[in-house]
């Protein structure tokens, strides 16, 4: 038995097949860790969404950007972006069954010295907030007042963490540390617009995991969303985004030993200028 952390899917269900052959996924036995953004964007989110969901309890996902972005649409609270691919899903018959298993996804994972988030955890979150932070939205997501989560989580602010944040404020930094930042300036505020490499990062800025709280000292952390820091692996840290999407590499994680697996895009990549 053997647990994989798979990279960012975003519809790009013709290269996960490749990947599964590859590291010989055995469905009875194994189980595949989903750092989020399962879909958009690649040409088969509606299979990709399917096949995760159809997997049941061999499957863990976080929720990534893209799939908090299909449930606001689903919902009617936000329109699809031109890039956006996520007709097929909107459309299908069983799009109830498939939104509502996303919508009850989480928003952070944590089994013994593994964490899975989709895209990172403020420095002033301990180990014990960063888990309190995920479950208060994934209680909002699950509740009745779903649609009100879905309303107010877009918007760049508050960006510094306080303790005092608290109601919608408090659920949109948390939203967006978990599945949007990529870094932070030298307050320590989430810094939303960066995109790039970390050689072109500006003076004072840094990725967010070289600023963990203490308490994740021992752990190791699966990440994905930073397509342009792709593959990085070192001994407490996985960012397993490489680029699908965009013509490069989907990537997996043995989590018991570390040992990455990639194969490349086997669909039409994207063109430059999309994002």
Request: aromatic share 8%; glycine share 10%; net charge negative.
């Amino acid at each position: 038995m053997a647990t994989y952390a798979i990279g960012d899917l975003q519809g790009c269900f013709a290269t996960l097949q490749v990947l599964l052959d590859k590291i010989d996924f055995n469905r009875a036995k194994d189980r595949l860790w989903f750092v989020g953004d399962l879909v958009n964007r690649g040409p088969a989110s509606l299979e990709c969404l399917r096949f995760v969901v159809g997997l049941g309890d061999r499957a863990i996902t976080v929720l990534g950007n893209h799939d908090l972005h299909l449930l606001a649409v689903s919902e009617g609270l936000a329109r699809q972006g031109k890039h956006d691919t996520l007709g097929p899903i909107l459309e299908a018959p069983d799009r109830v069954q498939l939104l509502t298993a996303l919508r009850h996804s989480r928003m952070l994972h944590v089994d013994g010295d593994n964490v899975m988030v989709h895209a990172g955890l403020l420095p002033q979150w301990s180990l014990g907030l960063s888990q309190q932070l995920a479950g208060e939205v994934e209680d909002a997501l699950r509740g009745p007042g779903y649609r009100d989560l879905l309303a107010g989580m877009y918007g760049n602010e508050p960006a510094m963490w306080s303790d005092r944040l608290n109601g919608m404020d408090r659920h949109r930094i948390t939203i967006n540390a978990m599945t949007r930042m990529r870094v932070l300036n030298e307050r320590n505020e989430l810094d939303l617009k960066f995109k790039g490499e970390i050689e072109d990062l500006p003076p004072g800025f840094s990725p967010w995991f070289e600023r963990r709280h203490a308490s994740f000292a021992e752990k190791f952390i699966v990440a994905g969303h930073w397509s342009a820091l792709g593959l990085r692996v070192t001994s407490h840290f996985a960012g397993l985004d490489s680029g699908c999407v965009w013509g490069r590499e989907l990537t997996a994680c043995r989590l018991e030993d570390r040992t990455v697996f990639q194969v490349p895009c086997a669909e039409t990549a994207l063109p430059k200028g999309w994002d």
